[in-house]
């Protein structure tokens, strides 16, 4: 009997591609809201963070975060290749191999979760940590730097056991219910920021409170997966396998260096600009750049619960529902990030000024310049889930590879002469790379596959 009250295997071609649009519509429902409500708590979250911390150590808080955010390269791919082999196993029907791959990827993470605590604890004493925020010559914020760090860096290593959560549900083509939890952690994390700006708190208290609720999110979703809504899919030791690491790793590690790529290209900024220009200027880039990621990640979340559906369609040989898809995602998500640049060029200077109080008060040029870069940027995301969903994780990975390196390397030179617009305009110059050849590398694909499908 199947975990499912619907099993694909029971339902013909058009009844399959009305369930597909209909799961991957709910998660995209699921996850429209979920960004709406990050996004929206963020413009309240952001300046009562500022009046709490105070710009420096704001913007110490927001690079620390974006230093510890290099240690998801130690996933090995796991959650990335989790998507791509559920969601083939699923299109087969294979749900024997759903349950290898699980606990495979479960009782993985549990082990890189302990190696990465001892990674943490290990960084916060590093001599050179100093350096690389920037806070050599500040006296005050180094004890603040290294505690951050140990209390970050641990619970990172703990929401590291979790990792597989959220991906498994996505690959059965339920994300809606990880975005339904993201809400629920969102709120709270709300309402506790609320509470310590009421009565004060020091960086330390602001961390540990920043880090539980959503923490507590994804070990309800565990819960929730493994003991009420598939109990089947229940990790057990004994299911881990070699050949399902294999498998995970065989997507894993390119889909890794994808993850890389990302790595560079959204979490080094605040470290680069940080070391550059010292911490204080973070926030001038970051502040921003947290508005424009407002539309950016709706945008993702309109394209991303379509890659496990892409999977599943190429098992089944589904060409023409692919590339319909496809072409009508790439317009959505470049149409609305293009939409909100527009508005933010116009009215993102008087409206950044008013939401920080004052403290963060833009460019013209720099608005301008990172509206074209996010339009970019929505045109590569939805073509590299494309591509991902294809299963061409390589092409992919050294595509993306090579727009992060340009992109970090042309920001570190350019921002002691052009200050933060620097960073979008590398931004822009890397993406064009993308967006000259992930389209028509993915349009080559289904037309060579459907070809031998003849």
Not at 57 to 64: E, F, Q
Not at 122 to 138: A, D, I, R
Not at 209 to 232: D, E, I, K, N, Q
Request: proline share 5%; net charge positive.
């Amino acid at each position: 009997m199947s975990l499912f009250a619907a099993p694909p295997a029971e339902l013909a071609p058009d009844a399959l591609r009305q369930r597909r649009d209909r799961q991957a519509w709910r998660t995209v429902r699921a996850n429209v809201a979920s960004k709406a409500v990050a996004s929206g708590l963020r413009f309240v979250t952001i300046p009562l963070s500022l009046a709490l911390l105070g710009t420096q150590r704001y913007g110490l808080w927001l690079t620390v975060g974006s230093l510890l955010s290099w240690f998801n390269f130690s996933d090995l791919g796991i959650s990335s290749g989790l998507l791509n082999t559920v969601g083939d196993a699923y299109g087969r029907d294979d749900w024997p191999a759903i349950r290898r791959y699980v606990s495979t990827a479960y009782f993985s993470y549990t082990v890189l979760s302990l190696a990465v605590a001892a990674l943490a604890v290990g960084f916060s004493f590093w001599p050179g940590l100093p350096g690389l925020l920037g806070v050599s010559q500040e006296p005050a914020l180094l004890a603040d730097a290294r505690l951050l760090v140990l209390l970050c860096g641990i619970a990172f290593s703990v929401s590291f056991s979790l990792n597989a959560i959220a991906p498994l549900s996505t690959a059965l083509q339920e994300g809606y219910l990880a975005g339904y939890f993201q809400i629920a952690g969102a709120l709270v994390s709300c309402g506790v920021l609320a509470l310590l700006a009421w009565r004060g708190a020091s960086l330390a208290q602001f961390a540990v409170a920043m880090a539980a609720p959503p923490l507590a999110a994804s070990a309800s979703l565990a819960a929730y997966l493994f003991f009420v809504r598939h109990p089947g899919l229940r990790p057990r030791l004994r299911d881990w396998s070699l050949s399902s690491f294999r498998s995970l790793m065989s997507f894993g590690i390119p889909l890794q260096i994808v993850g890389l790529g990302d790595l560079g290209i959204l979490y080094s900024m605040n470290i680069v600009i940080s070391n550059r220009l010292g911490p204080g200027s973070v926030p001038g880039f970051a502040v921003p750049a947290s508005a424009f990621m407002v539309f950016s990640s709706l945008a993702y979340g309109l394209v991303y619960p379509y890659l496990p559906a892409y999977a599943e369609a190429q098992a089944r040989g589904d060409w023409h529902w692919i590339r319909q898809t496809a072409f009508r995602r790439l317009a959505i998500a470049v149409g609305l990030v293009l939409a909100a640049g527009l508005g933010m060029t116009v009215l993102g200077r008087t409206a950044v000024r008013v939401w920080t109080g004052g403290r963060v008060v833009p460019e013209q040029r720099f608005l301008l310049a990172m509206a074209v870069y996010f339009v970019l940027t929505a045109s590569a995301t939805a073509n590299g889930i494309l591509l991902m969903g294809l299963g061409r994780v390589k092409t992919k990975a050294a595509i993306h590879l090579s727009v992060a390196g340009v992109f970090v390397a042309g920001s570190w030179l350019l921002l002691p002469r052009l200050g933060l617009v620097a960073v979008p305009l590398a931004g822009c110059a890397a993406y064009l790379i993308d967006c000259a050849t992930s389209l028509p590398l993915a349009l080559r694909h289904i037309r060579r596959r459907a070809a031998l499908a003849l």
